[in-house]
């Protein structure tokens, strides 16, 4: 059944009840091996989590999560694969400076990362805004992408800027297992000052609606997994910088008309009840080497709620 919808206490930060939340506790549950770090590049502060040897494959999550959300996937890929898993700028444990939150200074951040680890180049897997950040580095750093991965979504073209403020009668407004869902966040996100207010502390609420109306099971996004994201949004500065990711959306529509296609393989999932239709539309005239795939009974959160389709898509694209 799907998880209710709840209104929780406040998130309080940094109270010795979420000390289990922090990245070196949450590193450790994923096994021997991993370990939390962090690296100065490009201006800023970049949390990741990594473990693993082989060929690098970093891991790049999206709102409102955090790079737990590979946690069900990283264990058995960094078997074959040293993985990286990153909190992007604004994310997290990572720096949350005043700007930089357009795709191309993100997926500069990342060339960065791989040059500070002693990389030439590494494969890229992103969701949500990872996936946009993932895309922006394939087109702006080819030499350094060797694969890339979108997990269902694109990044914003010009079709973003057509999207309606008021549903479609097919949009639903309200928790809604499958179908279209209104993208309300999208033009709430751009809001200056008042998200800051209005979620300090009350994250969790916004996290269950989000689950609850987006993935196909929500009881896959568990109530650990939910409580450390909604810690990781609990302040006003993580909304805000995580805000700026949408508000970026018109520079990032302007750079990408610039790109052309993309030479980078990639490799796009999309969720059967989500965004795979859309995807398989739009996808193969954004790069060279393009494969759209359904991931079936899925909503948005793909790595969680269906790890394992992920570990293979993924091993079976890298090789």
């Given at each position: 059944?799907?998880?209710?919808?709840?209104?929780?206490?406040?998130?309080?930060?940094?109270?010795?009840?979420?000390e289990?939340?922090?990245?070196?506790?949450?590193?450790?549950?994923l096994?021997?091996?991993?370990?939390?770090?962090?690296?100065?590049?490009?201006?800023?502060?970049l949390?990741y989590v990594?473990?693993?040897?082989?060929?690098?494959?970093?891991?790049?999550?999206?709102?409102p999560?955090?790079?737990?959300?590979?946690?069900?996937?990283?264990?058995?890929?960094?078997?074959?694969?040293?993985?990286?898993?990153?909190?992007?700028?604004?994310?997290?444990?990572?720096?949350?400076?005043?700007?930089?939150?357009?795709?191309?200074?993100?997926?500069q951040?990342?060339?960065?990362?791989?040059?500070?680890?002693?990389?030439?180049?590494?494969?890229?897997?992103?969701?949500?805004?990872?996936?946009?950040?993932?895309?922006?580095?394939?087109?702006?750093?080819?030499?350094?992408?060797?694969?890339?991965?979108l997990?269902?979504?694109?990044?914003?073209?010009?079709?973003?800027?057509a999207?309606?403020?008021?549903?479609?009668?097919?949009?639903?407004?309200?928790?809604?297992?499958?179908?279209?869902?209104?993208?309300?966040?999208?033009?709430?996100?751009q809001?200056r000052?008042?998200?800051?207010?209005?979620?300090?502390?009350r994250?969790?609420?916004?996290?269950?609606?989000?689950?609850?109306?987006?993935?196909?099971?929500?009881?896959?996004?568990?109530?650990?997994?939910?409580?450390?994201?909604?810690?990781?949004?609990?302040?006003?500065?993580?909304?805000?910088?995580?805000?700026?990711?949408?508000?970026?959306?018109?520079?990032?529509?302007?750079?990408?008309?610039?790109?052309?296609?993309?030479?980078?393989?990639?490799?796009?999932?999309?969720?059967?009840?989500?965004?795979?239709?859309?995807?398989?539309?739009?996808?193969?005239?954004?790069?060279?080497?393009?494969?759209?795939?359904?991931?079936?009974?899925?909503?948005?959160?793909?790595?969680?709620?269906?790890?394992?389709?992920?570990?293979?898509?993924?091993?079976?694209?890298?090789?």
């Amino acid at each position: 059944m799907p998880t209710p919808l709840t209104h929780p206490a406040n998130d309080a930060p940094n109270t010795p009840a979420h000390e289990e939340l922090g990245d070196e506790a949450l590193a450790r549950r994923l096994g021997p091996g991993f370990a939390s770090r962090h690296a100065e590049v490009n201006g800023v502060r970049l949390h990741y989590v990594e473990g693993g040897t082989g060929e690098p494959l970093i891991l790049l999550g999206g709102w409102p999560q955090t790079w737990w959300q590979w946690n069900k996937v990283m264990p058995e890929l960094a078997r074959r694969y040293r993985v990286i898993a990153v909190d992007l700028r604004g994310m997290g444990g990572s720096g949350k400076p005043d700007g930089g939150y357009d795709k191309k200074t993100m997926a500069q951040d990342i060339r960065e990362l791989i040059r500070h680890l002693g990389l030439t180049s590494a494969s890229i897997a992103g969701h949500d805004i990872g996936a946009m950040v993932a895309y922006a580095h394939a087109a702006n750093h080819p030499e350094a992408t060797t694969r890339a991965v979108l997990l269902d979504v694109p990044h914003p073209d010009a079709s973003f800027a057509a999207l309606t403020l008021l549903p479609g009668p097919d949009q639903a407004t309200g928790p809604v297992i499958g179908g279209r869902v209104h993208l309300w966040w999208l033009a709430f996100n751009q809001v200056r000052g008042l998200p800051e207010e209005l979620l300090a502390g009350r994250s969790r609420s916004l996290i269950d609606w989000l689950f609850t109306s987006m993935a196909h099971d929500p009881d896959t996004l568990d109530d650990f997994s939910r409580r450390v994201y909604a810690h990781a949004y609990a302040t006003p500065d993580a909304i805000r910088a995580g805000n700026g990711w949408y508000q970026a959306f018109n520079r990032d529509i302007a750079d990408e008309r610039a790109y052309g296609p993309v030479t980078v393989p990639l490799l796009v999932l999309g969720g059967g009840d989500s965004n795979y239709p859309y995807l398989r539309d739009l996808m193969p005239a954004k790069g060279t080497d393009v494969t759209v795939r359904e991931v079936a009974d899925c909503g948005h959160y793909i790595p969680e709620e269906k790890p394992r389709a992920v570990i293979d898509a993924l091993t079976d694209f890298l090789g």
